[in-house]
């Protein structure tokens, strides 16, 4: 028994300082991001107005987390922005812009899978301003037409987190996080009509003739993504 005792006291001398040194998972609530990737289009609809079918999608994310930071759970709440702008060319007579703007609002639920990896699924729901632009190779007058509309995303995705940059302080909070997600996008179709560009010069304005507006047809912007994204959490 004394051979045994001696290990085993060993044991739980060094077992008690290691327990000791053990660092406590520290919650950053906030976070803050940029994102990027392409977008596949899946509505025909949208070759009346361009001839390209992928488009890049860059945008900003601040989310805040709703649940206490011992948790394993993150349910946050998120607002941002996305942008999304293709040129293309239609009938090889118009050189065409599609832009898309939309600001929206959701919710992210995380769960820490370990300190470093956080699987989550986001679901996000706001308005949309698309805006068409067709100007003709032949400079003969460009037409403008846009229209608001419903858009929302879901998605799912991976969190990578660093440690945190220091373990007191003003950066005892602050860490970096990477994420990779894939998703899908729904967006309304919306009515397009167009009408010339109104000319810069205000005299020149005045001076034109009334022009009706020219009905385009139905745009649907939905589509399914892949995005990147980098920032900080604190």
């Known amino acids: 028994m004394k051979t045994l005792a001696l290990p085993l006291a060993l044991a739980l001398m060094y077992a008690q300082p290691a327990a000791a040194q053990e660092v406590p998972h520290t919650a950053s609530p906030w976070a803050v991001s940029v994102v990027l990737g392409p977008r596949y289009h899946l509505s025909g609809t949208r070759d009346a107005f361009s001839s390209e079918t992928v488009g890049f999608a860059p945008g900003f994310v601040l989310s805040r987390d709703l649940l206490p930071g011992s948790s394993r759970l993150e349910l946050a709440a998120e607002v941002g922005v996305d942008v999304e702008a293709n040129s293309g060319s239609l009938h090889q007579s118009w050189r065409t812009t599609v832009t898309a703007f939309s600001p929206f609002a959701g919710v992210a639920v995380r769960f820490r899978a370990l300190r470093w990896l956080l699987p ?16 003709p190779h032949d400079n003969s007058g460009v037409l403008e037409a846009s229209a608001w509309g419903f858009q929302g995303t879901a998605g799912l995705g991976l969190m990578f987190q660093t440690g945190t940059f220091a373990r007191e302080g003003a950066f005892q909070r602050v860490r970096f996080a990477f994420t990779l997600e894939g998703g899908a996008v729904y967006s309304a179709p919306v009515t397009l009509e167009a009408a010339p560009q109104r000319p810069s010069d ?11 507006r020219v009905r385009l047809g139905e745009l649907d912007t939905s589509a399914t993504y892949v995005r990147l994204g980098v920032g900080f959490r604190f």
């Open 202 to 212: 205000a005299r020149a304005a005045a001076d034109r003739l009334p022009v009706g």
């Open 120 to 135: 989550y699924v986001r679901v996000h729901a706001g308005a949309v301003l698309h805006d068409v632009r067709l100007d």
